[in-house]
């Protein structure tokens, strides 16, 4: 079955240590997103990306870095600069970048020790 | 920018009775809309979205929208509801300007609750 696959579920992350949420589709799409859910503020995009090898900052980009080098693949990695970083995770594919349907992941939830 | 609104942050209703989930958005143009459903500690799922054309839409799960250009709203609707469509839900307004990137905008998300 095609879908959109996020790892790990559950992540934790240590003062000043950078971590790295993994997005995978197999829908050959060829945008994919990330977007930040808090309670109560809805999804907030971070990075997307239109194609492979570009990607651009979102609405809340600072503290956050990706990658685009395959298709399939969009990873997020949560920096230390990113003070706040407890959240839930949620990666999205849409087969265009334009008029089309965002499908999303699972999501990964990030909490901080 | 586009925006949207969800003003019910938490609603309650009977097993079997109907329900309306209201979406109002700002944007210039046509908007697309987009309904999506969030179990608790998942991903979204799609329920139905609004392009073009006729004003309602069908979804999965029975749900049903309505697109009403004079209210700048897009509310979700489902005649008779089960306990398993408790859930939040999201409003979704994207655009497309021209040349440039469908920049999904969504809204704070309604929190439905079922009662026996």
């Known amino acids: 079955d095609g879908g959109i696959t996020q790892s790990p579920k559950y992540l934790f992350r240590k003062e000043g240590q950078n971590v790295t949420l993994s997005c995978e589709q197999n829908?050959?799409?060829?945008?994919m997103y990330w977007y930040r859910q808090d309670p109560g503020q809805g999804l907030r995009l971070i990075y997307y990306s239109q194609i492979v090898n570009d990607f651009q900052k979102g609405d809340i980009a600072e503290g956050y870095s990706v990658s685009r080098e395959k298709k399939e693949s969009f990873p997020l990695t949560v920096t230390s600069a990113q003070k706040n970083p407890t959240a839930f995770y949620l990666c999205?594919?849409?087969?265009?970048?334009?008029?089309?349907?965002?499908?999303f992941g699972p999501g990964t939830r990030l909490l901080v020790l | 920018a586009q925006s949207v609104t969800q003003p019910d942050i938490h609603i309650t209703v009977s097993e079997g009775a109907s329900l309306e989930l209201r979406c109002n958005y700002s944007y210039g143009a046509t908007p697309y809309l987009f309904w999506y459903v969030q179990s608790p500690g998942q991903g979204l799922q799609l329920l139905l979205k609004y392009f073009s054309g006729d004003t309602l839409v069908q979804g999965i799960k029975g749900f049903e929208a309505e697109f009403k250009r004079s209210q700048s709203s897009f509310n979700l609707r489902k005649p008779s509801v089960h306990w398993s469509d408790a859930a939040e839900y999201f409003c979704?307004?994207?655009?497309?300007?021209?040349?440039?990137?469908?920049?999904?905008?969504f809204g704070t998300g309604t929190k439905l609750q079922v009662i026996p």
């Open positions: 829908l050959n799409h060829d945008a």
């Open positions: 979704a307004v994207g655009a497309a300007p021209p040349g440039g990137y469908q920049k999904v905008t």
């Open positions: 999205a594919s849409s087969s265009r970048w334009g008029q089309e349907t965002q499908y």
